[in-house]
């Protein structure tokens, strides 16, 4: 099946806002999770969260492209191969910057509600990025 030029950026923009939404909408609420957070003024903290979807939706783009190359087709079948590699990448994605940036980086800390996995908060791990 041939795509069509306006198909393919249709899709891509479709992909980039439900991304930006979805993901500026968690950043937001798990956010509360995080050490001084909650006490923003939200001056702060929307651009803040703006900022973090916004790099969400760019890896997302990055893990979709790496899956693209790995199905070798822009438009990959939404097949369990292809669903479990994307899985992995983001994952994977997610673990390394949330391990990075609270262990070696000290870019921010979990308040006590924040359920951990193996010292990873559950949410910024499980998050639509992580996902998939």
Same mark, same amino acid.
């Given at each position: 099946m041939k795509?069509?030029?306006?198909?393919? +950026?249709?899709?891509?923009? $479709?992909?980039?806002?439900a991304s930006f939404l979805l993901n500026f909408c968690w950043e937001s609420l798990h956010g509360l999770?995080?050490?001084?957070?909650?006490?923003?003024a939200a001056s702060a903290y929307v651009p803040m969260?703006?900022? +973090?979807a916004?790099?969400? $939706?760019f890896a997302i783009a990055v893990i979709y492209s790496l899956t693209a190359l790995f199905a070798r087709t822009w438009f990959w079948?939404?097949?369990?191969?292809n669903r479990l590699f994307f899985l992995c990448i983001g994952l994977l994605a997610a673990s390394l910057l949330e391990y990075v940036s609270i262990n070696s980086l000290h870019l921010w800390h979990y308040r006590s509600s924040m359920p951990l996995l193996f010292?990873?908060?559950?949410?910024?791990?499980f998050g639509p990025k992580g996902s998939g």
């Open positions: 795509i069509r030029a306006g198909q393919r +950026a249709a899709f891509l923009t $479709t992909l980039a806002v999770l995080y050490e001084g957070h909650p006490e923003m969260m703006l900022l +973090a916004l790099m969400d $939706t079948d939404q097949v369990s191969r010292g990873i908060g559950l949410f910024p791990l």
